[in-house]
């Protein structure tokens, strides 16, 4: 069964610092892989994902990912961080054949201090 | 486009009762799949509907039950609930089934006493 892992439960950074929170998975196959984040007593908004292609995936506001298959990781990254960027965020791992049944990681709560 | 709504967004039940949330997925999409999030556990797939069937279940007992209907609108039911029930559970649309980017409501905040 694919897996994910957070190692960052919590991290905080200053306004402007670059910004990388780290997601490395378990699956056997090249498995479709997401960020997603969530605010306080909000749902889950889709960041960006990887299918396949380009191992650089770009997302919504300002952030992107990179796949790297020889470390099972989809580090997500951020140059300049926002005050507004605070919020915990959860990587997932999508299976082939497996509808759009996701498994997600125990997330990591970002703190950005002014 | 509207969003996912779920209703109704924060219940209180007691041991013992059952409980019935919605979801009413976005216009055009026929695939919703349900979500339970606690901080002990994290966020755990429920199980999936696409037109109308079943298409995937997570790890989770028989209490737990879903079902679709014709206009995608979804239900989740929880029988006998247990202190443990407690939770926000998310619904999640997108247009088919099978990787696809999948809209999150904001989601049904259960509180078993």
């Known amino acids: 069964a694919q897996s994910v892992t957070q190692p960052d439960i919590h991290i905080t950074v200053s306004e402007g610092a670059s910004l990388e929170l780290r997601c490395n998975y378990s699956y056997g196959a090249t498995p479709y892989l997401f960020w997603y984040v969530q605010s306080p007593g909000q749902g889950l908004q889709l960041l960006l994902k990887?299918?396949?292609?380009?191992?650089l995936v770009q997302g919504i506001k300002g952030f992107e990912a990179e796949f790297k298959r020889s470390q099972s990781s989809f580090n997500l990254r951020k140059p300049s961080v926002h005050w507004s960027d605070a919020a915990e965020y959860f990587c997932?791992?999508?299976?082939?054949?497996?509808?759009?049944?996701?498994?997600f990681g125990g997330g990591t709560r970002l703190m950005v201090k002014p | 486009k509207a969003g996912v709504t779920q209703t109704p967004r924060y219940l209180i039940k007691t041991r013992g009762q059952q409980v019935t949330l919605s979801c009413s997925p976005i216009s055009g999409h026929r695939s919703v799949s349900w979500y339970q999030q606690t901080p002990g556990q994290g966020l755990q797939f429920l199980f999936e509907?696409?037109?109308?069937?079943?298409?995937n279940k997570g790890n989770f007992p028989g209490r737990f039950s879903g079902r679709q209907f014709s206009n995608s609108r979804s239900e989740m039911n929880v029988s006998t609930l247990e202190l443990g029930d407690s939770a926000l559970y998310l619904c999640a649309s997108s247009i088919s089934s099978g990787q696809e980017t999948q809209y999150f409501g904001p989601g049904t905040r259960l509180l078993v006493l």
């Open positions: 990887y299918f396949s292609g380009d191992t």
């Open positions: 509907y696409f037109s109308e069937t079943q298409r």
């Open positions: 997932a791992v999508g299976e082939h054949n497996a509808g759009n049944m996701l498994t």
